[in-house]
């Protein structure tokens, strides 16, 4: 097979399986994390990893939407307090670097919106007050999960490798989520265009 057939076979794989992917989000899990970002005071976004790039550009985002928006580890990032939401894609919902800070956030009060793979994890359960539930394929450590930690269920399956699939979606979601939150909150892409960066 050539690798024109073979990019043709791709790019129809992966397009079908975003589509089937966005077909399965809960319309009720969308709609508790977009009051929770209009409602906050003050939000702060993090990912690991590829997660975190997808992460970086809805903060953007979030951002040219008028919503001060931080990510959780630059230096000029203000402390976190009650009225306050924490954003983070776990794509397995334990990831280990992220339970220290997770636990912190908590403390101080803040709201813990969760965007994941699999809400069984043990993070997004003993933490998340908003879980968004991708219905995509992460990247799974068995090694560092263990034997007995809960595996993902009722998620599309992928001809790509590792987590490509949650974190290709993960982009695209943040993006239309971007587009409703304009919508529920008034404002047009001019009115974000004006809060775009204008030193480059």
Do not use: C
């Not at 903060?59 to 402390?79: E, I, S, V």
């Not at 997770?102 to 933490?127: D, F, H």
């Not at 930690?149 to 290709?168: H, I, K, L, S, W």
Request: proline content about 4%.
């Amino acid at each position: 097979m050539s690798y024109q057939d073979t990019y043709r076979q791709l790019s129809e794989a992966i397009v079908r399986e975003h589509e089937a992917v966005f077909a399965k989000l809960d319309m009720q899990q969308l709609r508790a994390f977009m009051d929770a970002i209009i409602k906050a005071r003050n939000i702060f976004v993090y990912g690991s990893g590829r997660e975190g790039i997808s992460m970086r550009s809805f903060a953007m985002r979030l951002a040219h939407l008028g919503k001060p928006t931080h990510w959780l580890f630059d230096d000029t990032t203000p402390g976190m307090h009650a009225g306050d939401l924490l954003i983070l894609s776990d794509g397995r919902g334990d990831v280990g670097i992220h339970r220290y800070f997770v636990k912190r956030a908590k403390e101080s009060g803040a709201t813990i919106a969760m965007v994941t793979g699999l809400p069984e994890g043990a993070l997004a359960k003993a933490y998340a007050d908003v879980v968004l539930f991708v219905h995509a394929t992460v990247y799974l450590d068995e090694a560092a999960m263990g034997p007995d930690a809960p595996r993902q269920q009722d998620v599309v399956p992928t001809v790509q490798p590792m987590g490509n699939q949650y974190e290709q979606h993960l982009y695209l979601l943040m993006d239309i989520v971007a587009i409703l939150l304009r919508e529920d909150m008034g404002l047009s892409y001019a009115d974000m265009e004006t809060r775009h960066r204008n030193i480059e």
